[in-house]
């Protein structure tokens, strides 16, 4: 079974402090993803990776960065944490076929289980 | 106008009965659909995925209208079990997530 492992599960931090949130699978998968999720928006992509060492900016990139050292761990970096970052922050895997076709989009993601980070 | 929508709910039902629901996409290039189950406090999971017309899970039924461009999730003689957050995903070559419809099932 597929375990996304997210280093912590509530998370307080200050206004403008640099802020790293951990995200670890253990099955193998290319695809890592960054979402946030607030009440009424739905699941928003911030970065997305296909591969150790590349990124891709997701719908609302700004205020954060990302880093893939290893193929199990992308990692999540607020610069300089705000107000309206505060949100739900969840982390996802999925198998990469080989060709970045829509049947690659398709595979199923497999999510943590979130981390609540409160800026104040 | 979101890339996808969702009616919110809450839909409150008792046990037994059939709930339905819809969701509306707006890329009419959109090439598969998903719903995904989120229970309170939890991560999403992948409840079913709708390639072509329609899909069919036990109690659960997906369907798909791509003149209208909608998908819908039925859900008959509902279980207590079956309260969630129901998310629509849409890939157009990246998911695009609804921000969901809560089904609360009564005894």
């Known amino acids: 079974d597929v375990k996304v492992t997210q280093s912590s599960r509530y998370l307080v931090k200050r206004t403008g402090e640099k802020v790293f949130l951990e995200c670890v699978q253990d099955?193998?998968?290319?695809?890592m993803f960054w979402y946030r999720q607030d009440p009424g928006l739905g699941l928003r992509l911030i970065y997305f990776?296909?591969?150790?060492?590349?990124?891709e900016k997701g719908d609302i990139p700004e205020g954060y960065s990302v880093s893939r050292e290893k193929k199990e761990r992308f990692s999540l970096i607020l610069e300089s944490a705000s107000t309206n970052q505060t949100s739900m922050y969840l982390c996802?895997?999925?198998?990469?076929?080989?060709?970045?076709?829509?049947?690659?989009?398709?595979?199923?993601?497999?999510f943590g289980d979130g981390t609540r980070l409160s800026i104040l | 106008r979101k890339e996808v929508e969702q009616d919110p709910g809450p839909f409150n039902v008792p046990e037994g009965a059939t709930v339905a629901f819809n969701c509306t996409y707006s890329?009419?290039?959109?090439?598969?659909f998903f719903w995904y189950r989120q229970d309170c406090r939890k991560e999403p999971k992948l409840l079913m995925s709708?390639?072509?017309s329609g899909n069919e899970d036990g109690r659960f039924t997906a369907q798909l209208n791509r003149a209208s461009q909608y998908i819908s999730l039925l859900i008959r003689d509902s279980k207590l079990s079956d309260s969630a957050t129901y998310l629509c995903?849409?890939?157009?070559?990246?998911?695009?997530f609804g921000a969901g419809t809560t089904v609360t099932v009564r005894a």
């Open positions: 990776s296909y591969d150790v060492k590349m990124k």
């Open positions: 890329n009419s290039a959109s090439q598969s």
């Open positions: 099955m193998d998968h290319e695809n």
């Open positions: 709708v390639y072509s």
């Open positions: 995903v849409v890939n157009d070559y990246k998911l695009s």
């Open positions: 996802a895997s999925s198998l990469f076929k080989g060709q970045l076709t829509w049947e690659d989009i398709s595979q199923p993601q497999h």
